[in-house]
C-alpha cells in the first residue's frame, strides 16, 4: 500500500521533469511511453521494501560472525574486515 501511494505521489512530477527534458532534447518520441511508468512503479516498490532485505543481510551477518571459525581466526590474529 505505501508503494503504492509512492508511486502516486511522485509519477506526476516525475512525468512532468521527463516530458520537460525530452523536448529538450528534441527526443519527442519517448514521450507517453508506458516504461516510463513502469519505472517508476518499480524505483517505488524498491524504495519501499529495501529495508526489510537490509534487516535480513544485517542478521545473517551477525549471526555469521559468532560461528566458530570466525572466532578461531580471530584467535589466531587474523584482522578483522574494518582494519
Known amino acids: 500500500m505505501l508503494a503504492l501511494l509512492v508511486d502516486t505521489a511522485v509519477k506526476r512530477p516525475v512525468a512532468n521533469a521527463f516530458e520537460v527534458m525530452f523536448q529538450a532534447a528534441g527526443l519527442e518520441f519517448f ?4 516504461l516510463l511508468d513502469y519505472l517508476i512503479t518499480l524505483a517505488a516498490i524498491a524504495a519501499v521494501s529495501w529495508p526489510a532485505y537490509a534487516r535480513l ?3 545473517q551477518i551477525f549471526s555469521l560472525r559468532e560461528r566458530g571459525y570466525v572466532e578461531a581466526a580471530r ?4 584482522p578483522g574486515g574494518r582494519e
Do not use: D, E, L, Q
Not at 514521450?31 to 508506458?34: H, T
Not at 584467535?75 to 587474523?78: E, I, P, S, Y
Open 31 to 34: 514521450w507517453g511511453s508506458i
Open 57 to 59: 543481510i544485517r542478521g
Open 75 to 78: 584467535a589466531t590474529g587474523v
